[in-house]
């Protein structure tokens, strides 16, 4: 793509977000809407169309190499991510569930789910590429120290019986015999066939002809079986029932040259990013050399000038304005000396009348008092009548001025001889004047407060004085204030040591974890296409895979990746992935610290078991942790089987004490500030196992992740077999091996392809396809995960905080609409009218 590819789609999402952002902003306020469903339709319809820009966005700033725009760029994405999490939080909190069906609306609108599926932004990983090779370096040559200790016990764990081995031996030494005799009776058998037929065929000849056109026929029909084959493929590609075959180099393909294309352009970015650092200083210093003294003079003729103005109206001088103000920058901004005059007298007159208003607001207040206790029940019945309003936003506002910039600078600019798309000095010259301008100020400033004591000291040096004292006593005053706020620190537990020093001692421990390479969109699942159909149907529907996905990146990775998100979203500390085995809990574990390029801590108990003993050990434990996990941010902290740290009863044979953090852990989360990027991350296979308050007040959101469905596995084994090697052809039926495996999962679907899928029999497959029913034998070895465990999975979620809260809002929709509370109102004022008539009679 070039360069005016991605500007116009710069302009294109730039004309969606204007659209958007004048329903956001209003002239006038909106009024409240009643209806939750139509509450709902409007923010899933917003919800939508900034992640539309936001998909625009991202791929323009991936692949823009000019470095002004692409800081106009960054600044506006930040603030979609925000708008978009910000709006996410409301949908939770108006349908009390953290998954929501958006079918209806994409048909409304005509997108497709892959048009709303939300970017993970590249410059998460891209941008920290250099730290993050000096960290797997470190981490790397930290466990290069204790590998062979762990190898060692690696191999003892995994050494074989003596038993075992001698029956591996004895099967590969039959089959080895068999295979050998087998070969020689062939090779018998060939040759006796071959002496019966020379003994029948004797010295007779066919005829040329004959023989001829028996060759003819046996070729033409081959060759005729042969085109008809190929047609019939071509079909069933063309009519979409058959997959396109692979091509047999990949370097020509068109993806492939994309993908060069964009690392290309990612390497110019860099190139043109450095060009601009360095022009930055260049620009900055002959700004400096040519118009400094220029701008010096002028401000301090100025400031003079003020000095001047304020004597000859007040009769003194004034003072000059602190540096925390601004300083001469301030007195610029500062009324005109007659306007100071006009202030003065004010506040004498204010004087006499003060004591006046102070028994008027006496009065006030006690009528204000009375005439709310009057109104407090008509304040709550309006309040309930009020519905539901849009909270405010923390990034609408930097969109807003994102998008102003955008249009004063570059809507309009031409740079049609910027065909290399490098920075522009005339922008740099712009703000390195104000830059410069403001380090002269603070020059100028030194200067002329020196003048201005002079002048001081010369009219009235005993005035000049106090206030000196009185200045003093202010700057003191500060101090202490910052003394209080320093009280409230925690402990340092570590003072005398390096980052780097606690980094290596947790590495040592086992508590920080290499964690595996595992991209978001390994995570393979269909979406949901009924969702909403069964919700207003009244049956709840279990999320797809793709729901998953979805959640993981808006509670997970979207917070982690950015700063400047995680600081104004709305915060979350903390999620729990809970599901049967197999469903992919850890994979989305590796996958939020992949895609953020985040450390991984593992606290799960039986990591930890055994080290960091004792009460002080375990604080020692929680403060490396976190102030390790604070240094070195975005950090991922991961409990497995977080259910066991909430049980209620724990056997006593269970030599890991699972209840060790149930106290500590959820002190430290309260910690946690909007600066900080750290996320706690629990997988569990038992969730109702736990007790519920405990275990929802340590998780914030809970993802629940269920068995794949029918579409779901469909795409699963299409993506594993071409995954792990194999190839797709007609004897292999996609179908009906997603029809026969319902109820198994991810994990289990990878296991039974691993099994089959062995080296030897890929090298096979040229000869002897890959068939469905290979795969029904491993299958068959595996326990499926029954509806029953599914159903209390979902009983379980239905008992958490939000699943009770859903209930509630569920009936009363129902009792509003068969007749609800607006009809029971009605009758029964009837009701009372007709007895009433009767008493009378």
């Excluded at 730039?14 to 659209?19: K, N, Y």
């Excluded at 309040?383 to 969109?399: L, Y």
């Excluded at 078991?609 to 102030?627: E, I, N, R």
């Excluded at 509806?787 to 979902?794: D, R």
Aim: hydrophobic residues 30%.
């Amino acid at each position: 793509m070039s360069h005016s590819y991605y500007n116009k789609q710069w302009g294109e999402a730039q004309a969606a977000l204007v659209d958007i952002l004048q329903q956001e902003l209003p002239p006038e306020p909106a009024k409240p809407e009643r209806d939750r469903l139509a509450a709902f339709q409007l923010l899933a319809t917003m919800y939508i169309k900034y992640i539309q820009i936001f998909r625009k966005m991202e791929q323009s700033y991936d692949q823009v190499v000019h470095p002004q725009k692409r800081r106009v760029l960054r600044y506006v994405l930040d603030g979609l991510m925000g708008r978009i999490l910000e709006l996410k939080h409301e949908m939770v909190n108006l349908e009390y569930s953290e998954y929501h069906y958006f079918d209806d609306v994409l048909s409304d609108l005509k997108l497709t789910p892959n048009d709303v599926e939300i970017p993970i932004p590249k410059y998460f990983i891209n941008e920290r590429t250099k730290s993050l090779k000096e960290r797997e370096k470190l981490l790397g040559q930290i466990l290069a120290k204790i590998g062979p200790q762990d190898q060692d016990k690696e191999t003892e764990e995994l050494r074989m019986p003596l038993e075992e081995a001698m029956r591996l031996i004895q099967v590969h030494e039959r089959a080895r015999q068999g295979r050998l005799r087998a070969k020689f009776m062939r090779e018998i058998r060939q040759q006796e066939e071959r002496e019966r037929n020379a003994s029948k065929q004797g010295q007779s000849t066919l005829d040329p002809e004959v023989a001829v056109l028996r060759i003819q026929k046996i070729w033409k029909g081959f060759a005729q079986r042969r085109r008809t084959k190929r047609e019939r493929d071509e079909e069933m590609m063309f009519i979409g029932m058959a997959p396109p075959p692979l091509p047999a180099s990949t370097k020509n393909l068109p993806q492939s040259l994309a993908f060069k294309t964009e690392e290309q352009r990612r390497k110019v970015q860099d190139q043109h990013e450095q060009e601009f650092q360095q022009s930055l200083v260049t620009i900055k210093d002959k700004i400096r050399d040519t118009e400094g003294q220029d701008m010096k003079e002028t401000m301090m003729d100025q400031i003079r000038q003020w000095f001047i103005e304020c004597r000859d109206a007040t009769g003194k001088f004034p003072d000059y304005p602190d540096e925390d103000d601004g300083g001469s920058a301030a007195i610029f901004r500062q009324k005109d000396p007659a306007e100071l005059e006009r202030e003065m007298k004010e506040k004498d007159d204010d004087k006499g009348k003060g004591k006046k208003d102070k028994k008027k607001d006496k009065k006030d207040k006690k009528k204000d008092k009375k005439g709310k206790k009057g109104k407090k029940g008509k304040g709550d019945d309006e309040e309930e009548e009020e519905g539901w309003k849009m909270a405010a936003s923390n990034f609408v506002g930097a969109v807003n001025e994102g998008s102003d910039s955008y249009k004063a600078v570059w809507q309009t600019r031409d740079e049609s001889e910027n065909f290399s798309q490098k920075h522009d000095s005339e922008l740099i010259k712009e703000d390195k004047r104000k830059e410069v301008e403001e380090e002269i100020r603070t020059q100028v400033d030194e200067l002329m407060r020196t003048e201005l004591k002079n002048l001081k000291s010369a009219v009235d040096r005993d005035k000049g004085k106090k206030k000196g004292k009185k200045s003093g006593k202010k700057k003191k005053k500060k101090k202490k204030s910052g003394k209080k706020g320093k009280k409230k620190k925690e402990k340092d537990l570590t003072p005398d040591r390096t980052i780097e020093d606690l980094y290596e001692e947790l590495v040592t421990q086992g508590i920080i974890v290499r964690s595996p390479v595992t991209t978001l969109q390994d995570y393979t699942g269909e979406y949901s296409y009924l969702g909403t159909t069964l919700r207003q149907a009244n049956i709840e529907p279990m999320p797809s895979l793709s729901d998953v996905r979805r959640l993981v990146t808006e509670f997970g990775i979207l917070h982690l990746g950015s700063s400047a998100v995680h600081e104004k979203a709305p915060l979350t500390k903390s999620i729990v992935l809970a599901g049967p085995r197999g469903t992919g809990k850890k994979m989305l574990v590796h996958s939020i610290c992949t895609e953020t390029g985040a450390n991984l801590f593992d606290l799960s108990a039986t990591n930890i078991a055994g080290k960091y003993p004792g009460k002080d050990g375990l604080k020692m434990l929680m403060h490396l942790v976190f102030k390790v996990g604070r240094a070195l941010q975005p950090s991922v902290i991961f409990v497995g089987d977080c259910e066991r740290m909430f049980k209620k009863k724990v056997p006593k044979t269970d030599p890991t004490d699972p209840k060790r953090l149930k106290k500590e852990l959820p002190k430290a989360l309260k910690n946690i500030k909007g600066e900080d990027r750290l996320l706690l991350v629990g997988t569990s296979r038992c969730p109702f196992d736990a007790e519920m308050k405990p275990f929802v007040g340590c998780y914030q959101r809970i993802i629940l992740i269920p068995r794949p469905d029918y579409a779901s596995r469909h795409l699963l084994w299409r993506h594993l077999i071409t995954k792990f090697g194999g190839t797709l052809s007609n004897l292999i039926d996609i179908s009906s091996l997603s029809k026969v495996t319902d109820g198994y999962t991810p994990g289990h679907m990878v296991t039974a392809i691993q099994q089959v899928l062995t080296e030897r029999r890929i090298q096979q497959l040229s000869k002897k396809p890959l068939q469905s029913v290979e795969f029904i034998a491993p299958l068959a070895r595996i326990d499926p995960i029954y509806k029953e465990e599914e159903e209390s999975f979902k009983g379980w979620y239905s008992k958490t905080p939000l699943g009770k809260k859903r209930a509630k809002a569920a009936q009363a929709d129902e009792d509003d609409g068969g007749g609800g509370k607006g009809g029971k109102g009605k009758k029964g004022k009837k009701g009372k009218k007709g007895k009433k008539g009767k008493k009378k009679k």
